[in-house]
């Protein structure tokens, strides 16, 4: 547990499972980006994020916690 980074947060961006890997595409990035799961505490989910189911479940494997969170208060991420 000490090797992993305490926190990642997002907004904008979409979490999906691709060849068993968490992958991250961001609004503003072209190519999705790897996510290791075993390398976060946790992953803090801002406005405007999407998780798949499988994402979600990989994470979990990982022991890694997600959390959603939106500026108004309430959570306006999309689980699919």
């Not at 990982?62 to 991420?77: E, I, K, P």
């Amino acid at each position: 547990m000490d090797a992993r980074v305490p926190l990642l947060y997002l907004e904008h961006a979409y979490l999906h499972v691709e060849n068993s890997c968490v992958m991250c595409k961001c609004a503003d990035e072209q190519a999705p980006m790897a996510v290791h799961g075993a390398s976060y505490s946790i992953i803090i989910m801002g406005p405007g994020c999407t998780i798949t189911r499988d994402a979600a479940i990989l994470l979990g494997k990982f022991n890694t916690l997600v959390l959603w969170c939106a500026s108004d208060g309430m959570s306006n991420a999309r689980c699919n």
